[in-house]
């Protein structure tokens, strides 16, 4: 199918690593979002890309977190130093353009745990 | 972050029974949507609402816009098996720039053949 796609699906690291996750939008979408959800909550909104650039980064929890998105395609949450409370599923969404009535498609997300 | 007052947590209902659920925040929004989600899969949408006091179908489901917009619920008729799943309501307020999605912390619901 040509949905969202979230590499890995699962992600075991230990306290203090580094972690990349990935996310492919689906093609032609130039709006990227990414979301955290914790285990018996909502999604939480981290970062809205628009192109390249981050037109929305309010929802990073801290300088810890950090993501790009260079041609404007796929993107890269990256994690520093990780803590035990970063274990969550990352989700990532796309949508046509940024426009408020442009549906949002999520990918399955990553299932990170920090040990 | 903020989410938004999503009743009930949970829900048990015989087949075929009718279900409500309801969204409530304090602050107001633009958009509310709903989405349902099954286990290891992301949220998929099911009914998008873009007007205080709209009240929008599809197939089974009917989802109405609060008139305060600080509002919203979700009807599902005659339940199926197939409905499980937990689902979500969403507020958006577009502008400045930014589209974010505020969830709330969902609605599990189970449905006994």
């Known amino acids: 199918g040509a949905g969202v796609s979230q590499t890995p699906s699962n992600k075991v690291t230990e306290k203090g690593k580094y972690v990349e996750l990935r996310c492919d939008p689906i093609s032609g979408h130039t709006a990227l979002y990414w979301y955290r959800q914790s285990l018996g909550q909502g999604p939480e909104f981290l970062i809205y890309f628009q192109g390249t650039g981050a037109a929305d980064d309010s929802g990073l929890p801290n300088d810890r977190f950090f993501a790009v998105r260079p041609e404007g395609s796929v993107s890269t949450l990256k994690i520093q130093r990780t803590e035990r409370g970063d274990s969550a599923v990352y989700l990532c969404?796309?949508?046509?353009?940024?426009?408020?009535?442009?549906?949002?498609?999520f990918g399955p997300g990553t299932r990170l745990t920090v040990l | 972050g903020q989410q938004l007052n999503q009743s009930p947590q949970s829900m048990f209902i015989q087949e075929g029974e009718d279900v409500s659920m309801n969204c409530t925040s304090s602050s107001i929004f633009n958009t509310w949507l709903w989405y349902k989600q099954d286990p290891g899969e992301g949220p998929v949408l099911l009914i998008a609402?873009?007007?205080?006091?709209e009240l929008t179908s599809n197939g089974r489901l009917t989802a109405q816009f609060g008139i305060t917009r600080k509002d919203s619920f979700l009807n599902i008729s005659a339940s199926i098996p197939s409905d499980v799943g937990i689902y979500f309501c969403?507020?958006?307020?577009?502008?400045?720039?930014?589209?974010?999605?505020?969830f709330g912390k969902g609605t599990k619901l189970s449905v006994i053949p």
């Open positions: 969404a796309s949508s046509l353009d940024g426009a408020g009535d442009n549906e949002q498609f």
């Open positions: 969403a507020g958006q307020l577009a502008g400045a720039g930014s589209y974010q999605l505020t």
């Open positions: 609402l873009y007007k205080a006091g």
